[in-house]
Each structure stands twice: as C-alpha cells, then as structure tokens.
C-alpha cells in the first residue's frame, strides 16, 4: 500500500519546523496528519492546523486556523472545576488559557493565518513556547500561589526602555499613550470620540506593558494586560462571562491571536486579557509592537462581544 507522506507546511503552517524545534528538548513530537502531538512527562499537546469555516475576512483571505491544547490532569482538571477560582488562576497565564469545553479542561492558544502575511518571525516563536511552557507554567504558577512556594529567581528583563519607545512611537499616532520607566500605558477608545478616561471618557481600554514583575514561574519577561471597562456586578456572572470569552477565542476566525487569557481586572469586576512573554521571545523583532495592535482589535471586538452577553 502506497502512503503519502505528512506535508511539513500544512496550509502554509510550519509543523515541520515546529517539530524540528522541539527535538533538542525531553519532549517526543510526532505527525498524525496536519497535527503535532506533543508528549510530555504527564500531559500531551496537540497542534491542530484546520481550513477556516469562512475563509474570507474584511477582503483578507484566512490560510488557516491553529489551535494549541493541552489537556489537564485529573487532579488538576478537578481542582479548577470550581467557581471562581477558573479566572484567578487565568491571572497567571502566560501564552495559554484555562478552557473548559465539554467537562474537560486545557490550556490553549489559536492563531489565524493570513494569505500572504508571512509573520513567523513572531508567530513561531509563540507557537512554540504554547507547546514547550503553556500548561507548565500556569500549574507551576497555581502550585506556588496555593502552597506558598517561592517564586521563580528572576534576572532582568531583556525588554528596555527602547522597546517602549518603540512601541510609542506607533502606539502614540491612534491613542493616548504614556511611557514610564520599564512600561508603557495606552487607552483605546471604543466609542466614538472617547478618548480618555482623564478626559472624563468611560469607554475606554486600558493597555499596559510591564517589564518590571516577573512572571511566579517562568521569571523575567514582559507582561501585557489589557483591562476593558465594563463592570459586573456579579462575581458569579464575571465568571461565565470570562470563561466564554475564553471559549470563543478558541473558535475564533477572523480574530486577533490568542497567546494569552481572559480574567477578572483590576477593579476585580471587570474582564481583562493578560499576556506573559518570557525573556526569549524579545529576540522576535517587533513582538511587544505586535501585541499591541493585537490587543486594541481584541479590545474592539471583545466590547462587541460583551454586548451580545448584555455587558455595556
């Protein structure tokens, strides 16, 4: 019997690479199809490239979909199944959420390739971390925020000021943007003519990069925290809402990509989105740049979102 061997590139995506990648590691990879299955001491990641449901979007033509998930434990899987504390350890992700689909829970990313986009050089590089530290660092974080271990030693961050400055000079043009020390602070409005909130405007998003508070387990990084201004008075109902918020980025087609987690805020009844990059990714040029604009069309959307689930 005649058998056709896997394509590295499955629509465009470099598994091939990613696998290529990851044999260094103690982590086994092998192909079934246009998935990477990962294995790892306890738990197994899959990388699953799909053809989108409506490849067009906005006139740009979606090549793919791909989709990172690792299934919990058991123990762990039944120590997050209860109320509330799903959002409090979503706190501490870092390129992956905590996601509940159908009784079972994994962490997880997606990301949606573009036609003729040819982003690699800052895909890859999250792609890869999903698969190699994903899950381990949100366990890792949860263990040590529940048993008081210590956290991680953390040298210095390898994100300079000149980053942020970067970063302004492109965020500065669409927004009020701020820069202060190892940080950066935009607002995005999502209202016409809303602006700021010093100005008195309600309806903005509050977006932060910090190079200066390491991550409980993965150490020094950068942190990016994307707070919306809708607040819930509910704690019960906040928790549905950021756990479907989380659910539909998994599903997500023509969405920005999703290499972090929904949570609960600052005013601890708002929705916020939070990013942990570690300190080698800042070698992909361009990365805190990149989240940015992520973050203000996920602003956009999610506030579209919220008022589908009656959020305003």
Known sequence: MFFKKPLSSPRGVPLGDLEAALKPTTLKASRDGDTLI????????????????????????????????????????????????LSLINRMATVGAVTEENGRFFVGSRLTVYEGEDAWNVQFGLMLYSVIAGADTVIGATRKMFFREPPRAAEPSSWTEQDFEFAHSYLSRVSVCTLGGLGLTAEFGLRKGEVSAVAGHHNTALWEMKADQPHPEMGSGLLCLLNMPHEIASKEKLDH????????????????????????????????????LPNALHSANGIALNMSAWAMFRAQIADAMLLTMGVR
Do not use: Q
Not at 42 to 61: M, W, Y
Not at 247 to 276: I, Q, R, T
């Open 38 to 85: 990962v294995k790892h001491e306890r738990l197994v990641t899959r990388v699953s490239v799909s053809a989108p449901e409506n490849p067009i979007a906005d006139g740009a033509k979606i090549a793919a979909l791909v989709t990172i998930k690792t299934e919990l434990p058991t123990e762990f899987r039944d120590f997050v199944n209860k109320p509330g504390l």
């Open 241 to 276: 809402i950021i756990g479907e918020l989380n659910k539909l980025e998994m599903l997500g087609n023509d969405l920005p990509p999703h290499f972090g987690a929904w949570c609960s805020g600052k005013k601890d009844n708002n929705p916020a989105y939070v990013s942990f």
